[in-house]
């Protein structure tokens, strides 16, 4: 009997993953943000399109890891399953519009490319998220018993530690921290899903708290922003620190505390199941890699939808059609997509590992 797949979740993936692509249409338009003439919108588009890309990435990470720590075990061969399951969607799009575009002339025919179109994983030069949440996952079987070793106390105190060095201390320009980059982002979530996973009874939750964690967060985006035109000094440089890193990191306080927090409240949300959302679910990470590939980002952002174009006078809604509209047609990509895919493989024969890798 086929697992029923929990909709909550999946409408939550459906969400990120259309975050990301608003975030793409005002973080890599041609204009920048000051083309509106309302404060509110420059104000909305500043501290919440601009920068939430990577909260919503870590969000997406969190759902991951979230359903691996509840598992009885987590195997290397599972690692490597969970890896090839999205193999065949990323190769497909790889090399579909790697060669497309060197055909156009927008990519250079060379060995490098070559490698880049046939390896995208391995080389993560067209989508760097699928490159290192491949090796977050190749390396959960050895960070989840790791993390189970430790007592519930010092979880705990690597949780805090964790969190106040990479989420906090290092925005302070007097302090340097000799390790970085996404896939330490990546683990540091782990290790604080895992202790909420393990540790903290949900039904003492409350979602009040867990809004209330999401507004000031979000007040304390909107201080740093506005906090590094107006604040000289080294408190100056650290606001502007913390509203880069909430830019660039996953794993900084103000994005932690978001992306924990709308999962805790989904999760805390009711259980129910639903076809078409499910559906949708499963199509959606081809959005991330048709619209987030380099020359079809370009053309999207840059010559199709730039903010004076589109007509500046639309404020808010800009963000809310454009991105929409570029998501629904991206699903209806995928979706032809994997039905010609069926409709081949039903037709020459039952290769049961081909249809595998590529839906």
């Not at 259980?271 to 053309?299: E, M």
Request: with cysteine.
């Amino acid at each position: 009997m086929a697992k029923i797949r929990d909709s909550r979740i999946e409408l939550l993936r459906i969400v990120l993953m259309w975050t990301v692509m608003a975030h793409h249409f005002v973080v890599h338009n041609a204009d920048s943000v000051s083309v509106f003439p309302s404060s509110f919108t420059r104000f909305f588009y500043n501290i919440f399109f601009y920068p939430i890309g990577r909260t919503a990435v870590g969000c997406f990470v969190a759902i991951t890891i979230w359903f691996v720590a509840g598992k009885a075990g987590y195997s290397i061969k599972q690692a490597v399953k969970q890896i090839a399951s999205i193999e065949g969607t990323v190769l497909f799009y790889s090399i579909a519009l790697g060669f497309f575009f060197m055909l156009h002339g927008d990519i250079q025919v060379s060995p490098t490319n070559l490698i880049d179109i046939f390896a995208p994983i391995l080389t993560g030069s067209s989508w760097w998220f699928v490159t290192v949440y491949a090796w977050l996952v190749f390396l959960l079987p050895f960070l989840i018993p790791a993390l189970h070793a430790l007592d519930q106390k010092l979880h705990l105190y690597l949780s805090i530690f964790l969190v106040f060095a990479f989420g906090f201390l290092r925005y302070v320009p007097l302090f340097w921290i000799p390790i970085d980059g996404l896939l330490v982002d990546f683990i540091i979530i782990c290790v604080l899903v895992c202790y909420i996973r393990w540790y903290v009874d949900l039904s003492t939750v409350n979602i009040r708290h867990l809004v209330a964690c999401c507004i000031a967060s979000f007040v304390g985006v909107a201080i740093s922003f506005y906090g590094q035109f107006h604040v000289d000094g080294l408190l100056g440089s650290t606001f502007a620190n913390l509203y880069n890193g909430f830019f660039g990191s996953p794993a900084s306080i103000f994005s932690l505390v978001i992306a924990i927090s709308v999962l805790l409240i989904d999760l805390k949300m009711p259980h129910f199941s639903s076809r078409f959302v499910n559906t949708v679910a499963k199509l959606c990470f081809a959005t991330y890699l048709i619209s987030d590939y380099g020359p079809i980002q370009s053309w999207l952002w840059s010559s199709q939808f730039p903010f004076t174009r589109v007509g500046v006078g639309l404020g808010m809604l800009q963000v809310l059609l454009v991105p929409t509209a570029v998501f629904a047609i991206c699903l209806m990509l995928e979706g032809l997509r994997k039905l010609l895919i069926g409709f081949i493989i039903r037709f020459i024969g039952p290769f049961d590992l081909l249809n595998q890798a590529l839906s």
